[in-house]
């Protein structure tokens, strides 16, 4: 009988920790490598860290995921700098903390080279 007890508790505790574990991250839809990642409160141009310093290889390739550090649930505007050299600026992205949001090529417009 203390075997049955004993499982669901660790399940609950393995549980806590993925919960714990969870993080904020980007998920690139764009057509291309992203080399530079940078958020801001919407409308502020304070453009914070790079995100891609982030990722061990320093960039975020089509489909690839990326953890975002030092940002709380709001909303912010992203700077974008591809590997075709475009720099673009993306409005008004919503960002939930542990959890995942996306970018997508048709988002990006008033990209410049």
């Known amino acids: 009988m203390r075997r049955?007890?004993?499982?669901p508790a660790l399940v609950l505790m393995g549980s806590a920790a993925f919960a714990a574990s969870k993080s904020t991250?980007?998920?690139?839809?764009?057509?291309?490598?992203?080399?530079?990642?940078q958020l801001a409160?919407?409308?502020?141009?304070?453009?914070?860290q790079d995100q891609c310093q982030n990722d061990k290889d320093g960039s975020v390739d089509h489909d690839e995921r990326l953890k975002i550090t030092?940002?709380?649930?709001?909303?912010y505007d992203a700077k974008?700098?591809?590997?075709?050299?475009?720099?673009?600026?993306?409005?008004?992205?919503?960002?939930?903390?542990?959890?995942?949001f996306s970018i997508d090529e048709k988002q990006l417009s008033g990209c410049s080279k």
């Open 4 to 7: 049955l007890v004993a499982i």
């Open 41 to 48: 409160p919407a409308g502020s141009q304070a453009w914070g």
């Open 25 to 37: 991250q980007f998920w690139n839809l764009t057509a291309n490598t992203i080399t530079s990642f």
């Open 80 to 100: 974008l700098i591809d590997n075709k050299g475009r720099t673009c600026i993306v409005k008004s992205v919503a960002i939930k903390e542990n959890a995942i």
């Open 70 to 75: 030092g940002v709380k649930t709001g909303i």
